[in-house]
C-alpha cells in the first residue's frame, strides 16, 4: 500500500523490499534522488503506519471505507491510477475528516495537495 523510503507496507504491516526511485514513490512524496530539500522526504514507515491505524481507529465502526482507502493505495501501487485521482478519491473518502485528509498531505509528492473548500471546513 504505502512506501516510504525503500519498503512498501500493503496494510498488514509487512515490509516489502522495492529499489528507490520506482513510480511508488510519488506518493509519499519520495524523490528518486535524496537530498532534494523536500521535507516530506523525511517521512518513516512508522509515520505510515500510525496513519494507516489512525484510519482503522477514525472508522472503526465502518470497516469498509478503511478497506477502501486501502483499495485506493493499492490501485495506485499497481499504476491502475494516478496521484489527481487518488487525491479525489481519498478526499471524498476522508470528507468530514479534515484533520485526516491533512494529514494525507504529508504523503503526497510535492506540487500536490489536498485542498479544502469554505464548505469543507469543521
Given at each position: 500500500?504505502?512506501?516510504?523510503?525503500?519498503?512498501?507496507?500493503?496494510?498488514?504491516?509487512?515490509?516489502?523490499?522495492?529499489?528507490?526511485?520506482?513510480?511508488?514513490?510519488?506518493l509519499?512524496?519520495?524523490?528518486?534522488?535524496?537530498?532534494?530539500?523536500?521535507?516530506?522526504?523525511?517521512?518513516?514507515?512508522?509515520?505510515?503506519?500510525?496513519?494507516?491505524?489512525?484510519?482503522?481507529?477514525?472508522?472503526?465502526?465502518?470497516?469498509?471505507?478503511?478497506?477502501?482507502?486501502?483499495?485506493?493505495?493499492?490501485d495506485?501501487?499497481?499504476?491502475?491510477?494516478?496521484?489527481?485521482?487518488?487525491?479525489?478519491?481519498?478526499?471524498?473518502?476522508?470528507?468530514?475528516?479534515?484533520?485526516?485528509?491533512?494529514?494525507?498531505?504529508?504523503?503526497?509528492?510535492?506540487?500536490?495537495?489536498?485542498?479544502?473548500?469554505?464548505?469543507?471546513?469543521?
Amino acid at each position: 500500500m504505502k512506501r516510504i523510503g525503500d519498503k512498501e507496507i500493503d496494510g498488514s504491516g509487512s515490509q516489502n523490499q522495492h529499489p528507490v526511485g520506482s513510480p511508488r514513490n510519488e506518493l509519499q512524496g519520495q524523490s528518486p534522488k535524496p537530498g532534494n530539500g523536500n521535507t516530506k522526504d523525511a517521512l518513516t514507515t512508522d509515520d505510515a503506519l500510525a496513519y494507516l491505524k489512525e484510519i482503522k481507529d477514525v472508522f472503526h465502526d465502518q470497516k469498509y471505507k478503511y478497506h477502501l482507502f486501502l483499495e485506493i493505495m493499492s490501485d495506485f501501487k499497481a499504476q491502475r491510477t494516478d496521484t489527481s485521482v487518488v487525491i479525489a478519491r481519498v478526499k471524498d473518502l476522508l470528507k468530514g475528516h479534515n484533520h485526516l485528509i491533512l494529514v494525507f498531505n504529508k504523503f503526497l509528492p510535492h506540487g500536490f495537495e489536498i485542498t479544502l473548500d469554505d464548505e469543507d471546513e469543521d
